[in-house]
């Protein structure tokens, strides 16, 4: 597999014609967040970030319209993100059963409040700055009643924010998502060094049906995705969810604005066909992990998605010293590729006690199941088990 193309090189593909390999994608010849971002600085958790959170704002993927209504907490580095929700899509904690339950009562289950990184279902802080569990729990009391809200929902919280809340009256519930985790390895073969033999030999025929035919795949970060290559992203993303129907949650403009707010933690993998660009997957990154996030195809190819989605990603975040790599919800197929089960969380709080009751005892009892779930995960987990 290949990468990003080396500054200089002319690329032999005709589609790439008149294209201007050292212009930012935006159209900029030098990226607002190169001038701005010290060189050398840490990279911190994109999510919670101004820049991104600000673009989902001002692109109108979270509008009250749209079900996302902002009502956040504080402000600048003292700031909790707060949303007044009209539904539970792009959440990817899923409460509908909860929401049906408060219907048959006769009971609004919306609005609710709900804390979260919106469309993005990754564990990382939910606030900027030295909040109290009681400054939260007050600030978050009183906003529910000025919405009328049923209650409040805070996803996916690293362990820190666990931790500052397990005072305040909240449910516990959890889930079971996949992530890679780097042992030190020096390369991609070292990695599947740690494998058995029949799980190793399975991932290298999957990684030669790339060549065999006729793909290729190329990773971009920074000022290197240029402006077609977010245009060919962005289309295979669409084009995801317009087969199922659906509207993407995003819009080209978030992409591209994204792009100058925080291009700099970007990664593109692009993947080839003579010549020609039939898929793409864009991943965000700190100093500490690789989020995959958004992936499409023009044509669907054998163990494409695998490559795109997975095995380029894993390359990057060896190469770069990452320790973790977090490449969405969902996908028992990520466990053969290396991806273990961890338990992720959420926390809960309804306004109506009888409800609060009856949902903390549903809470506990599926969590058994997660965690049975998790431990049967592990036994098929690729890697050699030490004697």
């Known amino acids: 597999m290949s990468c990003a193309r080396r500054p200089g090189r002319r690329s032999p593909r005709p589609w790439l014609a008149g294209a201007e390999p050292e212009r930012y994608a935006g159209g900029l010849s030098k990226a607002p967040w190169q001038a701005a971002r010290d060189v050398g600085a840490p990279m911190q958790y994109p999510f919670l970030s101004t820049a991104f959170l600000d673009t989902l704002e001002e692109t109108g993927a979270v509008d009250p319209r749209r079900g996302w209504a902002p009502c956040h907490l504080g402000g600048g580095d003292h700031f909790l993100p707060l949303y007044q929700r009209a539904d539970s899509r792009g959440e990817y904690v899923f409460d509908f059963a909860w929401a049906d339950a408060y219907q048959r009562h006769g009971l609004p289950y919306y609005p609710k409040l709900v804390t979260a990184i919106p469309f993005t279902p990754v564990v990382g802080p939910r606030w900027r700055g030295d909040w109290s569990a009681n400054a939260l729990w007050e600030g978050v009391q009183e906003r529910a009643r000025e919405h009328g809200a049923s209650g409040w929902h805070l996803l996916f919280p690293d362990q820190l924010a666990r931790e ?24 991609f073969e070292d990695f599947l060094g740690a494998f ?50 659906q509207r993407p949650y995003l819009s080209e403009r978030f992409f591209l604005r994204l792009a100058e707010t925080l291009g700099e933690q970007l990664l593109m993998v692009l993947a080839w066909h003579q010549g020609e660009p039939v898929a793409a997957g864009l991943y965000l990154f700190d100093d500490h992990t690789l989020y995959g996030r958004y992936w499409g195809c023009v044509r669907e190819y054998d163990a494409l998605h695998f490559e795109v989605c997975y095995y380029q990603g894993i390359e990057f975040a060896i190469e770069r010293g990452l320790r973790e790599f977090d490449p969405g ?59």
């Open 329 to 387: 919800v969902q996908g028992e197929h990520k466990i053969l590729r290396g991806f273990e089960p961890v338990i992720t969380h959420s926390l809960h709080w309804l306004a109506e006690p009888a409800f609060h009751d009856a949902v903390a005892d549903f809470c506990q009892r599926e969590a058994r199941h997660v965690i049975g779930y998790r431990d049967e995960a592990r036994t098929l987990l690729p890697y050699r088990r030490e004697e």
């Open 196 to 245: 058995n033999s029949r799980k190793r030999k399975s991932v290298r025929r999957e990684r030669r049906r790339i060549g065999e035919q006729g793909l290729s795949a190329t990773r971009h970060s920074g000022a290197r995705i240029e402006a077609h290559h977010w245009r060919f992203f962005y289309h295979c993303y669409a084009n995801t969810y317009r087969v199922r129907g």
């Open 164 to 187: 500052v809340l397990a005072e305040l009256p909240l449910i516990g519930r959890q889930a079971c998502h996949f992530r890679w985790f780097n042992r030190d390895y020096a390369d």
